[in-house]
């Protein structure tokens, strides 16, 4: 219908309208009333216009109805049927775009040629700051370009990938959240450099690992596939490493579960889904394959042991780079390259194959950790008949209820509570009387932590020894104990050397003095 040179559509005159959004016609109408102000000559609020007079400075054409130009719904209709023709498969845009523009696309197409407009329509949500629609003309947000200086292209493009943007939702994106996933993505980095540390320290290199895993086989009953390279050797010379240690059994399983669940995720392309247990992945290993295994690597007079530590962490570091390829290319690539100093690119390598996972280890494993959580709040709960307990005081005894666990889960339980006795039994309890004896230990192990934090801050190495003055007395029976775990070959009370700080230890202040020998 037509008034005074404009052209409306009529929506009502039009049965299918709101087909795209799913509402009828009634909501639409109400809906568009609210948000829209009613123009005098159009008969229904979701009417829009086909055709509309020329104005002073506009382009305009010569129309049965004067001149004009065409309503900005139109033009698109026009574009669509020229080059797609009267139907076409796929009709993506923002959201914001269903109603009233992608509505009236349909309306007035679908009204001039009888048939179907698009068979497909893709829409997808927005990425908002401060709960706005990022926009260019708003100017609120961080340039991307300044995001990955600041951070990594790899971290934005982590938390991109694993948002609900690729889901068509909405997605705030904050300049925190991409710290945040750069903080996490780089604590590979920290275990890459736990790795190399003492690599070099012991002089193990990437080709021994290499050869290690190719050439040794172990008949105990778990361990790790080492999959087919791409590099022209037979398939039959890549073998099965067996891993004695529950330890890499279970960090081992754990990378391979991280590669299945990015297959499975990649499979059904659902990229967030594939991504949501890489940063949890990356936590075990760094807070705890890594944190459990520091003795194993530093303190360890079991060659088998050590070796199969140092070969296990290069093995995961490896299938990590390979599996985070798609996600991370940059971190991938460079992990890769200073793991294998290999002169192909991680991204050219095939993707791995499914890995043997232990079920039985992995189980025990969540246990473990489930008792040592609970375990560290009785710890910290506090009544009038209980005190809260500090991690550093050692305790006598924790009793867990349940199936029993082997020796070794038993000792991760004892190390990580810090209890001198691990026991299974009717019901869970914690021991928390404080003998003068575990005092003792206690006052040891702050003065231990309070002389690492020195050498830090020191700027020492792991390996680097020292002499130490400490101006209070070592209690008893624990100078050996103090000396081993600090690297120092002397204690006394009295040297004056080029390191010096003061620590609050159980309400005194201990003067700390060191240098390196």
């Known amino acids: 219908y037509e008034d005074k040179g404009t052209v409306y559509f009529d929506t009502k005159a039009f049965p299918e309208y709101g087909k795209l959004s799913r509402k009828n016609l009634d909501e639409l109408i109400a809906g568009a009333s609210e948000r829209v102000t009613l123009d005098d000559a159009k008969k229904n609020s979701t009417d829009f216009v086909l055709w509309k007079p020329r104005k002073e400075g506009e382009p305009s054409w010569t129309s049965p109805w004067g001149e004009g130009r065409p309503g900005w719904h ?7 049927k020229h080059h797609l023709g009267d139907t076409f498969d796929i009709h993506a845009g923002g959201e914001d775009l269903i109603f009233p523009h992608h509505e009236n696309e349909i309306a007035q197409s ?5 048939v179907p407009f698009c068979r497909f329509w893709v829409h997808n949500g927005f990425i908002n700051v401060d709960n706005k629609k990022m926009s260019k003309s708003l100017g609120n947000y961080t340039d991307p370009n300044i995001l990955m200086d600041q951070y990594s292209a790899d971290s934005l493009r982590f938390l991109l990938l694993s948002s609900p943007v690729l889901s068509g939702e909405d997605f705030a994106l904050l300049d925190k959240d991409v710290s ?3 903080r996490k993505l780089a604590m590979v980095w920290n275990v890459y450099d736990f790795f190399t540390t003492y690599a070099e320290i012991d002089g193990v290199d990437s080709e021994e690992l290499e050869m290690l895993l190719r050439e040794t086989v172990r008949d105990d009953g778990s361990g790790m596939s080492e999959e087919p390279r791409n590099d022209g050797r037979d398939e039959a010379s890549r073998t099965k490493r067996i891993l004695s240690s529950p330890l890499d059994q279970w960090i081992i399983s754990r990378v391979y579960q991280l590669r299945n669940d990015i297959t499975a995720g990649m499979e059904e392309y ?8 890489v940063l949890p992945f990356i936590d075990d290993l760094s807070n705890w394959f890594v944190r459990r295994s520091r003795r194993r690597f530093s303190k360890n007079d079991d060659v088998a042991d050590k070796t199969s530590a140092y070969a296990t962490l290069y093995y995961v570091l490896v299938h990590l780079s390979k599996i985070l390829a798609p996600f991370t290319p940059f971190l991938a690539e460079e992990l890769y390259q200073k793991m294998t100093g290999s002169a192909s690119s991680v991204h050219l390598l095939d993707w791995p194959e499914a890995g043997e996972i232990n079920e039985d280890v992995l189980a025990k494993m969540a246990r473990t950790r489930q008792i040592i959580t ?3 709040a009785l710890r910290m709960q506090k009544s009038e008949t209980e005190q809260q307990i500090k991690i550093r005081q050692p305790l006598s005894k924790l009793v867990y209820d349940g199936e029993k666990l082997p020796d070794f889960y038993e000792q991760i339980i004892a190390d990580e509570v810090n209890v001198k006795n691990v026991e ?3 019901e869970f309890t914690l021991d928390k009387t404080l003998t003068d004896e575990l005092k003792k230990e ?3 192990r702050d003065l231990i932590r309070a002389v ?3 050498r830090k801050h020191a700027g020492l190495q792991v390996d680097d020894r020292i002499k130490l003055s400490l101006s209070a007395d070592l209690p008893t029976g624990y100078e050996t104990l103090i000396k081993s775990e600090v690297n120092a070959t002397e204690i006394n009370r009295e040297g004056n050397y080029t390191h010096d700080e003061i620590a609050k230890i159980g309400g005194e202040n201990i003067t700390i003095s060191l240098e390196k020998i």
């Open 452 to 454: 690492q934090a020195a």
């Open 374 to 376: 609970d375990a560290l």
């Open 424 to 426: 299974n039994g009717p």
């Open 270 to 277: 659902n990229i967030p889904k594939a991504l949501e247990n």
């Open 442 to 444: 206690g006052y040891a």
């Open 74 to 80: 139109i033009e698109c209709s026009v574009m669509s």
């Open 180 to 182: 945040d996933v750069n």
């Open 110 to 114: 679908e009204g001039a040629f009888g």
